[in-house]
């Protein structure tokens, strides 16, 4: 007689998340940062990563909650280099959206040490719904410290991470405790250390499907895949695949045809998040449409624009000239109008002197040069014509004494006109505002 026992399953923490049955948005330097992250979401991502922080990054931080936006803001302070008449401006090493992101998002810690991984770790654990240790990243910057990819030659140190992670902070908050690895030369060597790492109490591993000297534009490697989830289901541990998944629909695909738990989606995800939507709920969307809201989401979130910048690049096709312009933009102002995206340019002030790079913007002035030409224009169009001006109608005060253009202050009616009909005493309702620059 068989046994009809389920398969063993490691519970998951109160606090936690299961990665089971999820397509999720790869952890991402610069571009899984927090607007990244929000517009993965609302395309329908099941969980984000953010981007490895590296522990020491994170070490001596202060919490804050943004007021303006409600966000969770990890931030330090810089020196001014001793130079009191210098500004210092709060450096943001990670935000969190407490609302749109509750439960739903993984912190991935760079680390090669024990301790400072447990210590940076404690210091966002309240705010995450997992903590995920990047054991596959092949860049020097990583390697060389011995963190990422390093650690897949160092089993007994990425061991010892992982069970200090599960027992210093995972336990006491509650939260799941995971690692992404990639897959090493021989299939016998990838087994070796999966087998080692579901042991240390992890809840899940990612497995990105390329060695480590792999270029990220090489064919993802799927012939270990069904290996690597077996090791992890045996010990009750969630198989998330990771390389080449391009959509939902193929993640949910390769997830029954490996018999992997969860699908993660990285470069697919940066150029266009909608991806994670299947066809039904209006799948990959146009650049401009996914660009807006990514705009918006930005601007919500007050994220650095030279940030914005760089995953707009990403996101604008090159052969598109939107892609210079957005290039040639230097601030979130210049970055709106350039789209015309004229709805965000209110926010899109405001956030610009929140950030202190309202002074940066090179349109703005050439904008409204052009505006007040226009407006020039226009009366002088409508007064040869003899009828109304095309755009606001004109102050009676001004019109009537057919006087100079006004900027210093708005023209206010002494008193309410009779009724008129032509150009110069055309009436202004009471509560009509002009812009001052506008009001000839
Ligand atoms: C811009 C960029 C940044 C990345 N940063 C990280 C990172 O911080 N941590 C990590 O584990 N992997 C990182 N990766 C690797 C991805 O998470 C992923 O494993 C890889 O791109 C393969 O997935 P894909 O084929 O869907 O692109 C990064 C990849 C890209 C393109």
């Known amino acids: 007689m068989t046994s009809l026992t389920a398969p063993p399953r490691v519970p998951i923490p109160a606090n936690g998340v299961d990665y089971r049955g999820k397509l999720v948005l790869a952890p991402m330097v610069r571009s899984g940062e927090l607007p990244s992250?929000?517009?993965?979401?609302?395309?329908?991502?099941?969980?984000?990563?953010?981007?490895?922080?590296?522990?020491?990054?994170?070490?001596?931080?202060?919490?804050?909650?943004?007021?303006?936006?409600?966000?969770?803001?990890?931030?330090?302070?810089?020196?001014?280099?001793?130079?009191?008449?210098?500004?210092?401006?709060?450096?943001?090493?990670?935000?969190?959206?407490?609302?749109?992101?509750?439960?739903?998002?993984?912190?991935?810690?760079?680390?090669?040490?024990?301790?400072?991984?447990?210590?940076?770790?404690?210091?966002?654990?309240?705010?995450?719904?997992?903590?995920?240790?990047?054991?596959?990243?092949?860049?020097?910057?990583?390697?060389?410290?011995?963190?990422?990819?390093?650690l897949l030659r160092t089993p007994d140190k990425l061991c010892a991470i992982l069970e200090a992670l599960v027992r210093e902070v995972g336990t006491p908050f509650q939260i799941g405790i995971s690692v992404k690895i990639r897959i090493l030369a021989q299939p016998e060597e990838t087994e070796q250390l999966v087998t080692r790492l579901v042991k240390t109490g992890?809840?899940?591993?990612?497995?990105?499907?390329?060695?480590?000297?792999?270029?990220?534009?090489?064919?993802?490697?799927?012939?270990?895949?069904?290996?690597?989830?077996?090791?992890?289901?045996?010990?009750?541990?969630?198989?998330?695949?990771?390389?080449?998944?391009?959509?939902r629909e193929e993640g949910l695909a390769l997830m029954e045809e490996f018999g992997v738990d969860g699908a993660m989606i990285a470069t697919a995800a940066e150029t266009n998040p909608s991806c994670f939507q299947t066809a039904v709920e209006g799948g990959l969307l146009p650049w401009r449409d996914v660009v807006h809201e990514y705009?918006?989401?930005?601007?919500?979130?007050?994220?650095?624009?030279?940030?914005?910048?760089?995953?707009l690049n990403m996101m604008i096709p090159g052969k598109n000239k939107e892609f210079k312009m957005a290039k040639n933009a230097r601030s979130y102002w210049d970055c709106c109008h350039l789209l015309q995206f004229e709805d965000l340019l209110p926010l899109a002030e405001q956030v610009d002197q929140t950030l202190n790079i309202a002074d940066r913007s090179v349109y703005k002035e050439e904008a409204r040069n052009k505006?007040?030409?226009?407006?020039?224009?226009?009366?002088?169009?409508?007064?040869?014509?003899?009828?109304?001006?095309?755009?606001?109608?004109?102050?009676?005060?001004?019109?009537?004494?057919?006087?100079?253009?006004?900027?210093?202050?708005?023209?206010?009616?002494?008193?309410?006109?009779?009724?008129?009909?032509?150009?110069?005493?055309?009436?202004?309702?009471?509560?009509?505002?002009?812009?001052?620059?506008?009001?000839?």
């Not at 534009?217 to 895949?225: G, H, W």
């Not at 077996?230 to 969630?238: D, K, L, Q, R, T």
């Not at 979130?301 to 760089?310: M, P």
């Open 202 to 247: 992890i809840t899940g591993l990612t497995v990105h499907c390329r060695t480590t000297p792999m270029r990220p534009r090489e064919k993802a490697i799927r012939d270990q895949l069904r290996m690597v989830a077996n090791v992890c289901h045996e010990a009750g541990v969630a198989c998330v695949m990771n390389g080449d998944v391009t959509s």
């Open 37 to 150: 992250r929000l517009l993965a979401l609302r395309y329908g991502a099941d969980l984000v990563w953010g981007p490895e922080t590296i522990d020491r990054a994170m070490i001596g931080t202060t919490r804050r909650v943004n007021p303006r936006n409600g966000t969770i803001e990890f931030f330090r302070r810089p020196s001014n280099g001793g130079r009191p008449d210098r500004p210092i401006y709060d450096s943001v090493i990670y935000r969190i959206d407490p609302v749109r992101e509750k439960g739903k998002l993984i912190y991935q810690i760079g680390t090669a040490s024990p301790e400072l991984a447990v210590e940076a770790a404690k210091i966002v654990a309240g705010d995450v719904a997992g903590i995920d240790v990047n054991s596959g990243c092949p860049k020097p910057f990583s390697t060389s410290g011995g963190m990422g990819a390093a």
């Open 295 to 311: 705009v918006r989401f930005c601007l919500e979130s007050e994220n650095r624009f030279g940030n914005t910048k760089y995953l």
């Open 371 to 440: 505006a007040v030409q226009n407006a020039l224009e226009n009366n002088e169009t409508a007064r040869a014509a003899g009828g109304a001006p095309r755009s606001k109608p004109t102050s009676p005060v001004v019109a009537a004494a057919g006087g100079p253009i006004r900027t210093n202050s708005i023209p206010k009616p002494t008193a309410k006109p009779e009724t008129t009909t032509t150009v110069e005493t055309a009436p202004v309702p009471e509560q009509t505002t002009q812009q001052p620059e506008l009001a000839a």
